[in-house]
């Protein structure tokens, strides 16, 4: 039924789906970690808001570049391959940021920053989507699918909060030179993770074109792409300022909250209350900036945003699967992980290269993203979906 959850507690799963989540929890941490470090390392290295903002933001154009690449690859050749070696691209931006600032000792200029930024993003849209797209996919049987493409956006959410503490750890031990080392890390744990899977041989098919949508990009949920990477912006724009790991333990701790009250609170609520809801905390949060209670700022603020986007993204996402037609599943999962990162990383771009200037301005365009948002979703979005479902 359209009114209740995704059944997480269906009785799966063997070994290799667990392995999968992990690896995409990993995956997602190796870039996560950047957040809450690379801009303001870039900045303390001369670059001003502008140059900032494009070197965050640029890793969101990154992400489509391979997308209409993704199904020739997977059919063209093994597509656990595909996904190993897009991870290796990954960490080898990683290794190559390392190398150049740290051992040669020179830094890096700014067009080369572009440059690593867009291969970065290049390589992780193409890893996200193959795994979760394809590789989740084909381990499980169909009934468990919907479930399966849940729990593996759940890991990939939990990661927006464990990346970046597993960062800030590592920042306040040994300073940044250390952070690239971490992400590629973690890339490389993902890789080997999901060198213990075992995927079933499908034989490729025959005459399939070099550039498509399948697999990418799900052209029938363009509404609900532009609005869930508006409200993503607005995650994108708080999470860009300087934070604790107090602040990303109560953003985990939101997050936990989110998955509890999906499955007890809304599994019967009506169809819009989850993302109706989570706006209405989102705003709230944002409006706390006003209140300048350093405590509230520090505890409630983070708390009320992870579970915002927890209970927005879960209802995205079974949105974008109810939404598409058959043998649409992956290009459903695909779009709403471009809409989710492209709209953190515009976040950033907003706000180290418009916003810098005044708190003030930061929580007024937050509440005007918002207000369109809602706005759009009420009267346009949500009675458009209701007519153009599929199930």
């Known amino acids: 039924?359209?009114?209740?959850?995704?059944?997480?507690?269906?009785?799966?799963?063997?070994?290799?789906?667990?392995?999968?989540?992990?690896?995409?929890?990993?995956?997602?941490?190796?870039?996560?970690a950047l957040l809450p470090t690379l801009p303001f390392y870039l900045l303390g290295r001369g670059l001003d808001g502008m140059q900032t903002g494009l070197v965050m933001g640029i890793y969101g154009a990154g992400l489509f570049a391979l997308g209409g690449f993704c199904s020739y690859y997977v059919q063209r050749?093994?597509?656990?391959?595909?996904?190993?070696?897009?991870i290796l691209g990954l960490a080898l931006c990683m290794g190559l940021a390392y190398y150049v600032e740290f051992v040669l000792g020179v830094e890096m200029e700014f067009r080369l920053l572009l440059l690593v930024r867009f291969a970065t993003g290049a390589s992780l849209g193409l890893a996200a989507m193959?795994?979760?797209?394809?590789?989740?996919?084909?381990?499980?049987?169909s009934f468990q699918r919907t479930a399966a493409n849940h729990i593996m956006a759940w890991f990939g959410r939990l990661a927006l909060a464990v990346g970046p503490l597993a960062a800030l750890f590592v920042y306040g031990s040994w300073g940044y030179r250390y952070i690239p080392v971490l992400s590629g890390l973690l890339a490389l744990a993902s890789f080997a993770l999901i060198t213990t899977v075992r995927f079933p041989?499908?034989?490729?098919?025959?005459?399939?074109?070099?550039?498509?949508?399948?697999?990418?990009f799900l052209p029938q949920g363009l509404p609900l792409f532009a609005n869930l990477v508006l409200i993503m912006m607005v995650v994108g724009v708080l999470l860009a300022q300087l934070h604790s790991?107090?602040?990303?333990?109560?953003?985990?701790?939101?997050?936990?909250?989110?998955?509890?009250a999906e499955r007890f609170v809304f599994a019967d609520a009506e169809l819009k209350s989850e993302v109706l809801t989570g706006l209405i905390v989102l705003a709230a949060a944002v409006l706390m900036e006003f209140t300048h209670q350093e405590r509230a700022l520090e505890y409630m603020q983070p708390a009320m945003i992870g579970f915002a986007f927890g209970i927005i993204g879960s209802r995205f996402l079974l949105f974008y699967l109810k939404l598409a037609k058959h043998c649409q599943r992956g290009t459903s999962q695909s779009s709403f992980f471009l809409a989710w990162e492209l709209g953190i990383s515009m976040g950033f771009f907003l706000k180290f290269g418009f916003l810098s200037a005044s708190q003030d301005l930061v929580s007024y365009v937050c509440l005007g993203l918002l207000a369109v948002s809602l706005v759009l979703y009420n009267f346009f979005i949500h009675p458009w979906y209701m007519k153009h479902r599929n199930r």
Request: proline share 3%.
């Open 245 to 260: 790991t107090t602040y990303y333990v109560m953003l985990l701790a939101g997050l936990a909250t989110a998955v509890l």
């Open 130 to 141: 193959v795994l979760g797209s394809t590789l989740a996919i084909d381990i499980c049987e």
């Open 201 to 216: 041989f499908k034989a490729p098919s025959e005459k399939m074109p070099l550039f498509s949508l399948d697999r990418f």
């Open 1 to 32: 039924m359209d009114t209740q959850n995704t059944p997480v507690h269906l009785k799966l799963w063997h070994r290799e789906f667990w392995m999968l989540a992990l690896a995409n929890l990993l995956l997602m941490m190796s870039v996560y």
């Open 77 to 86: 050749y093994r597509r656990n391959h595909v996904c190993q070696y897009a």
